[in-house]
């Protein structure tokens, strides 16, 4: 069984301030974990993914993530927040190929104020 | 690469029907996920198939089936439309090629009315 828990439903920051979107997840074996974005009308879009390589995960946009398995998190961040990057973010879990089903949180909404 | 496809757009329908959605991988992907996103919350997955079979179930009445074609194209079929089934249905697709990753297609939006 796997489950995520976006901690936070709706986040606002400053433009030009660092974003932090926090994530938990709960998995029975060696997860891949995930970060989709998706903008107003649009498609999901992948952020990044960790798969038992390297812990610290850059993706795209500035953003990253960082697996902590004693924690189990994987948290999002990003230096400096761009008013562009205002959207709905899903922190997602899978096994280990990532290719079977998804278990998604329940999204943290980005504010960026001006 | 036209990417992943989804058909129609949009639909609307009244209870008690049914209704059919269509999605078309990405190219040189085999496998293909059904989503479905209510107003408001993250996608819950309903189904994968593979190899024209349905390989992996989430928890979804039976009134939701599915079905993949040869060329890997697949079909979400729901009997009996409940209110509720108002939602955003999203296709995902995968490969062997794809890495760990399944590709979103932008999804149909049903209303049950």
């Known amino acids: 069984a796997q489950s995520v828990t976006q901690l936070d439903s709706h986040v606002s920051v400053s433009e030009g301030t660092p974003v932090l979107l926090r994530c938990n997840y709960s998995?029975?074996?060696?997860?891949?974990l995930f970060w989709y974005v998706q903008h107003p009308n649009k498609g999901l879009q992948l952020l990044l993914k960790?798969?038992?390589?390297?812990?610290l995960v850059k993706g795209i946009n500035g953003f990253e993530a960082e697996f902590k398995k004693s924690e189990t998190s994987f948290h999002l961040t990003k230096p400096s927040a761009h008013m562009s990057d205002a959207a709905e973010y899903f922190c997602?879990?899978?096994?280990?190929?990532?290719?079977?089903?998804?278990?998604f949180g329940s999204g943290t909404r980005l504010q960026v104020q001006p | 690469d036209a990417g992943v496809t989804q058909s129609p757009t949009h639909l609307i329908k009244t209870r008690g029907q049914q209704v059919t959605l269509r999605c078309s991988p990405k190219?040189?992907?085999?496998?293909v996920s059904w989503y479905q996103q209510a107003l408001g919350q993250g996608p819950q997955f309903i189904f994968q198939?593979?190899?024209?079979?349905?390989?992996q179930r989430g928890n979804f009445p039976d009134r939701f089936s599915g079905h993949q074609f040869p060329n890997y194209s697949s079909e979400l079929n729901v009997n009996a439309l409940l209110l509720g089934d108002s939602a955003l249905y999203l296709c995902?697709?995968?490969?062997?090629?794809?890495?760990?990753?399944?590709?979103f297609g932008p999804g149909t939006r049903l209303t049950v009315l």
């Open positions: 198939y593979y190899e024209e079979e349905e390989r």
């Open positions: 998995s029975s074996y060696s997860p891949s």
């Open positions: 190219s040189g992907h085999d496998t």
């Open positions: 960790y798969t038992s390589a390297a812990t």
């Open positions: 997602v879990v899978s096994d280990r190929t990532g290719r079977r089903a998804l278990t």
């Open positions: 995902a697709s995968s490969g062997s090629g794809s890495g760990n990753e399944q590709f």
